[in-house]
T-cell receptor
Framework: GAVVSQHPSRVICKSGTSVKIECRSLDFQATTMFWYRQFPKQSLMLMATSNEGSKATYEQGVEKDKFLINHASLTLSTLTVTSAHPEDSSFYIC????????FGSGTRLTVV | AQTVTQSQPEMSVQEAETVTLSCTYDTSENNYYLFWYKQPPSRQMILVIRQEAYKQQNATENRFSVNFQKAAKSFSLKISDSQLGDTAMYFCAFMKQEGNFGNEKLTFGTGTRLTIIP
């Protein structure tokens, strides 16, 4: 079946630094990838939709300059949290789609 | 815009019993998909079951079945013979049917935390 690999699974960074999260489709080409954020005991909130070769579409209220998304190939999308602050601490999940949804295993980001 | 509502934040049931999780949604779309996802403590999202809105027959996957009432915009999940491994957060989700499947975003409900008691 379709597999999506997300790395890192956990990351701790200092406030003010940037963190990159990768989402790879291992055995299929993903024309569209989605990035979600999940706060503790809450639902998944869509942050942005990335399409290979074009700019990402951000949901209302999501700062595109803070959450940089790049989908440079059909198998890789990256989310970079720039100038991270403690309030950016959260669980980030990607999903890659190609005639179906497959989720990555998520990244727990802690900003100290 | 679509909304998905799960009115049961938490539920618990004895092992081997049957449990039903509720989900309602609001949309003006006529063609769409509905899903139930399971998120165990590992936090990996796992597809439980999927229903196409144009199908009148309720979807079933082994111990999991849905009661899809399109007119009422209701989509409940029934878990039969519940097992300890069913303990997880369950999310109901909606997706418009437009173009290729999966290129539209999912809208999630707030989730139901289900605990199976030994």
């Amino acid at each position: 079946g379709a597999v999506v690999s997300q790395h890192p699974s956990r990351v701790i960074c200092k406030s003010g630094t940037s963190v990159k999260i990768e989402c790879r489709s291992l055995d299929f080409q993903a024309t569209t990838m989605f990035w979600y954020r999940q706060f503790p005991k809450q639902s998944l909130m869509l942050m942005a939709t990335s399409n290979e070769g074009s700019k990402a579409t951000y949901e209302q209220g999501v700062e595109k300059d803070k959450f940089l998304i790049n989908h440079a190939s059909l198998t890789l999308s990256t989310l970079t949290v720039t100038s991270a602050h403690p309030e950016d601490s959260s669980f980030y999940i990607c999903s890659a789609t190609n005639y179906g949804y497959t989720f990555g295993s998520g990244t727990r980001l802690t900003v100290v | 815009a679509q909304t998905v509502t799960q009115s049961q934040p938490e539920m618990s049931v004895q092992e081997a019993e049957t449990v039903t999780l509720s989900c309602t949604y609001d949309t003006s779309e006529n063609n769409y998909y509905l899903f139930w996802y399971k998120q165990p403590p590992s936090r990996q999202m796992i597809l439980v079951i999927r229903q196409e809105a144009y199908k009148q027959q309720n979807a079933t996957e082994n111990r999991f079945s849905v009661n899809f009432q399109k007119a009422a915009k209701s989509f409940s999940l029934k878990i039969s013979d519940s097992q300890l491994g069913d303990t997880a957060m369950y999310f109901c989700a909606f997706m418009k049917q437009e173009g290729n499947f999966g290129n539209e975003k999912l809208t999630f409900g707030t989730g139901t935390r289900l605990t199976i008691i030994p």
